[in-house]
């Protein structure tokens, strides 16, 4: 599942996926805070989300943000991580 978006008003509140959440930053800056840490995202910036980690965005200046997202669900990552011979599933 794959996500693009452009907001410029638009805050989703505190969250969480049960997937992960692999984003890019491409224009703007995004607010978000994930778990108790706050966080500027400007354009550039990858974000990075494990499955159930509480989450939230909004604008964090006037013009807003866009992003492109993933979902990659725990069925996949766990072909990843047994192909690349990793013990578990990635935390990041």
Avoid: Q
Wanted: with cysteine.
């Amino acid at each position: 599942e794959m996500l693009a978006a452009r907001y410029r008003d638009h805050a989703y509140a505190l969250h969480t996926h049960p997937t992960w959440v692999f984003g890019v930053v491409v224009a703007g800056v995004e607010k978000l805070r994930m778990g108790p840490r706050r966080h500027l995202a400007t354009a550039g910036s990858i974000i990075i989300v494990n499955p159930e980690e509480p989450h939230d965005g909004e604008k964090g200046a006037p013009s807003g943000w866009a992003y492109r997202t993933c979902y990659p669900d725990v069925a996949l990552m766990a072909e990843i991580a047994a192909e690349l011979e990793l013990p578990g599933l990635p935390m990041f």
